[in-house]
Structure formats: C-alpha cells, structure tokens
C-alpha cells in the first residue's frame, strides 16, 4: 500500500468542505482558491478544482458570476448560495465532530478485553 495514495484520498475528502469555507466570506475566483489551497499545503490542480466546482453549483451550494478583470479576459467569481451557506455550517459540526472523533481514537490507547 503507498503512502501517497492514502494522504490523496483523505485530501480529497475534504477539499469540497476547503472550497466551501473558503468562500464562507467572499467571493472568488479559481486562481485565489487555489493559491489558498497551495498556502494551506493542500495540492490540487485545475483539472479537480473545475469538475468539483460545477458538482457544487449544480447542487445549488455555489453561484458564480462574470467580472471584467483588467490583467485578461473576464473571471469566474464563485460564492456560496443560501443552500451552500447552510450546507457549510452543517459541514462545520460534522468536521468538529469528526476532529474529536479522530483525535480522540488516535490519541488514546486501546486496550483489549
């Protein structure tokens, strides 16, 4: 078993809760999601950002909108809904509650009877 592909499947089990709170304040386009990402340490191209960011505005969790940039051609700027906004704060419990889950199952010494 690789090391690698287990740290992949596991970021990838919470990009989805990244993107969302990354966009629980502002708007944003892809290139400042994925350079939070890259400052969180989190690797992710692209090629996984777009196909995830349609599931989501699919889902009624996303909206997005054009802007005229003056560096290049107009940018996509993604926000959370209503839906996403409560979508998120579920997310947060179910994250907290996991967080302690796990650290508590990792942190503690099991004994068996």
Known sequence: MKIENTKAQMRKGVLEYCILSILKDEDAYVAEILGTLKD????????????????????????????????????????????GKLFLNELNTTWSELQN??????STKTTKK
Do not use: D, F, Q
């Not at 889950?101 to 990792?106: C, E, F, G, H």
């Open 101 to 106: 889950a796990v650290n508590l199952v990792t």
């Open 40 to 83: 969180a340490k989190m690797l992710v191209v692209e090629g996984t950002i777009y196909p995830l960011l349609t599931r989501l505005k699919n889902a009624g969790l996303l909206s997005y909108r054009w802007e005229e940039s003056t560096s290049g051609p107009p940018r996509k700027y993604y926000g959370l809904t209503e839906t």
